[in-house]
T-cell receptor, first 112, second 117 residues
Framework: GENVEQHPSTLSVQEGDSAVIKCTYS??????FPWYKQELGKGPQLIID?????GEKKDQRIAVTLNKTAKHFSLHITETQPEDSAVYFC???????????FGGGTRVLVKP | GAVVSQHPSWVICKSGTSVKIECRSL??????MFWYRQFPKQSLMLMAT?????????EQGVEKDKFLINHASLTLSTLTVTSAHPEDSSFYIC?????????????FGPGTRLTVT
């Protein structure tokens, strides 16, 4: 089955700096890669996603890149703000079962 | 749009009792819903896939007789933890896929914290 690894597990950045989180996946058939933000005691919220036919996608301060050959994808947050502090999860899935496999999560702390 | 609710948001029950958690899609129909379990500071682990009108599909290692899932309508799935024990204490999260939307996007509920004493 699919295996998704996520790094780093924790990330501390100064407000205004950029944050980058990287994930690798094992199943070459995976074709959908969402990123979720989870605040304490809440469910995950989709912040951005990318399909396998696209190499990069951007939404304001958030961007995701995908390298299918290397089987890795990354989340980039620019101009970080304290409200960006949360746990971020990457995930991967194929069309076959719609089952998401999550990475281990990255705890991001943005210091004011 | 695409709001998923869970009830209750938290529950405390005694060991040996059963507890039911509801997952509702409020503004869309969901043929497929998923149930996840999350331990503190860990990732989400898929427990089962719930399809409306059919039996749930459980992931390897998840006891189907202990975690009963019912998806009786296009907007409601329930998870019943039977004969709960302290090790079942966890954060349970559901998600739903729109029947008429992208087959990929899952909308997550806010989670239910279960504590078994």
């Amino acid at each position: 089955g699919e295996n998704v690894e996520q790094h780093p597990s924790t990330l501390s950045v100064q407000e205004g700096d950029s944050a980058v989180i990287k994930c690798t996946y094992s199943d070459s058939a995976s074709n959908y890669f969402p990123w979720y933000k989870q605040e304490l005691g809440k469910g995950p919220q989709l912040i951005i996603d990318i399909r396998s036919n696209v190499g990069e996608k951007k939404d304001q301060r958030i961007a995701v890149t995908l390298n299918k050959t290397a089987k890795h994808f990354s989340l980039h947050i620019t101009e970080t703000q304290p409200e960006d502090s949360a746990v971020y999860f990457c995930a991967a899935t194929t069309a076959a079962g719609n089952k998401l496999t999550f990475g281990g999560g990255t705890r991001v702390l943005v210091k004011p | 749009g695409a709001v998923v609710s869970q009830h209750p948001s938290w529950v405390i029950c005694k060991s040996g009792t059963s507890v039911k958690i509801e997952c509702r899609s409020l503004d869309f129909q969901a043929t497929t819903m998923f149930w996840y379990r999350q331990f503190p500071k860990q990732s989400l682990m898929l427990m089962a896939t719930s399809n409306e009108g059919s039996k749930a599909t459980y992931e390897q290692g998840v006891e189907k007789d202990k975690f009963l899932i019912n998806h009786a309508s296009l907007t409601l799935s329930t998870l019943t933890v039977t004969s709960a024990h302290p090790e079942d204490s966890s954060f349970y999260i559901c998600s739903a896929i729109r029947t008429s939307g992208s087959p990929y996007e899952q909308y997550f509920g806010p989670g239910t914290r279960l504590t078994v004493t």
